[in-house]
């Protein structure tokens, strides 16, 4: 099977480094196109057997899968380019939220799907978020989870949902990584201790809290049950960061919907004025 990638930057490339890593796929089943070249040129060098194509058609014509990791506004161009080349047989999967498989459904003959991948990803780690179009046949759908299987935990959400699990799975470690670098800066400031060791300390604590939610069966309360003694440092901790931070998170969610609902308005218009305009 040849898996093309359609756009080498920050999650294109990550997913390439993470297939490859993780043995799911061999440098020479992997294509990668980019709008500027030598990006693609550049993936080529560094693993090499891995094909650096001239143009997205070149993809489409030598890929059995192929990742869409391009911006959101720049999908109805790219599949105006593909359309003619692409057959039922091959997989067409894109890795961004505001482009809706009805989307892609009306511009391509192909099977489609739509992944969220994660940073975590790169280690192998995380989840990804998959959402199936009905005409996926068993065979290719099974044939992606297992690939993604190799970087993280394949979930299949409905898509009413992406943007919530998108927030949680894929901003979330830039919200809990910011939360982290303030604590360790507040730290330096309060006690002296280096931002750097604060920091080291602090993502550990991270990954161990992770796998006692996990591996560990815990719930978030059942760890906040267990550190927090009544009467305690840490409970009297707790009831500030509550009463500090009510509705934050409610906010949060409510900023990355809007912007969202607005992202989706765009592609629908950039959808319509490529049928119009050809």
Same mark, same amino acid.
């Not at 489609?112 to 199936?132: D, E, Q």
């Given at each position: 099977?040849?898996?093309?990638?359609?756009?080498?930057?920050?999650?294109?490339?990550?997913?390439?480094?993470?297939? %490859?890593?993780?043995?799911?796929?061999?440098?020479?089943?992997?294509?990668?196109s980019n709008r500027t070249y030598s990006k693609a040129e550049a993936l080529a060098y560094q693993f090499p057997g891995l094909t650096a194509a001239l143009s997205n058609v070149d993809i489409a014509l030598q890929?059995?899968?192929?990742?869409?990791? +391009?911006?959101?506004?720049?999908?109805?161009?790219? %599949?105006?380019?593909?359309?003619?080349? %692409?057959?039922?047989?091959?997989?067409?999967?894109?890795?961004?939220?505001?482009? &809706?498989?009805?989307?892609?459904?009306?511009?391509?003959?192909?099977?489609?799907?739509?992944? +969220?991948?994660?940073?975590?990803?790169?280690?192998?780690?995380?989840? #990804? &978020?998959?959402?199936?179009?009905?005409?996926?046949?068993?065979?290719?759908?099974?044939?992606?989870?297992?690939?993604?299987?190799?970087?993280?935990?394949?979930?299949?959400?409905?898509?009413?949902?992406?943007?919530?699990?998108?927030? +949680?799975?894929?901003?979330?470690?830039?919200?809990?990584?910011?939360?982290?670098?303030?604590?360790?800066?507040?730290?330096?400031?309060?006690?002296?201790?280096?931002?750097?060791?604060?920091?080291?300390?602090?993502?550990?604590?991270? %990954?161990?809290?992770?796998?006692?939610?996990?591996?560990?069966?815990? #719930?978030?309360?059942?760890?906040?049950?267990?550190?927090?003694?009544?009467?305690?440092? #840490?409970?009297?901790?707790?009831?500030?960061?509550?009463?500090?931070?009510?509705?934050?998170?409610?906010?949060? +969610?409510?900023? #990355?919907?809007?912007?969202?609902?607005?992202? &989706?308005d765009l592609v629908k218009r950039s959808f319509k004025k490529e049928v119009s305009e050809s």
């Open positions: 099977m040849n898996v093309g990638f359609i756009g080498a930057g920050s999650m294109g490339s990550l997913l390439v480094e993470a297939f %490859l890593m993780s043995e799911a796929l061999e440098a020479e089943q992997i294509y990668v890929c059995d899968l192929i990742f869409l990791c +391009i911006k959101p506004l720049e999908f109805s161009s790219v %599949l105006h380019q593909i359309r003619p080349y %692409l057959n039922r047989d091959q997989l067409i999967v894109s890795i961004t939220s505001p482009v &809706l498989l009805d989307n892609l459904a009306e511009e391509v003959p192909s099977q489609i799907a739509k992944i +969220i991948p994660s940073i975590t990803n790169r280690m192998w780690n995380g989840s #990804t &978020l998959c959402i199936f179009d009905h005409r996926i046949s068993e065979q290719a759908k099974d044939n992606l989870i297992k690939l993604l299987s190799y970087i993280g935990e394949p979930i299949e959400i409905e898509e009413s949902f992406t943007r919530i699990v998108s927030d +949680i799975s894929s901003c979330g470690p830039a919200f809990f990584s910011f939360l982290l670098e303030q604590f360790a800066i507040a730290a330096e400031e309060e006690t002296g201790i280096s931002r750097e060791d604060a920091i080291r300390i602090g993502s550990h604590m991270l %990954l161990g809290t992770g796998l006692l939610l996990t591996e560990g069966n815990l #719930t978030p309360a059942d760890i906040q049950r267990r550190v927090a003694v009544p009467g305690g440092i #840490t409970a009297k901790a707790l009831n500030m960061l509550r009463q500090s931070s009510e509705g934050i998170f409610n906010s949060l +969610i409510k900023t #990355t919907h809007e912007k969202y609902y607005e992202d &989706l």
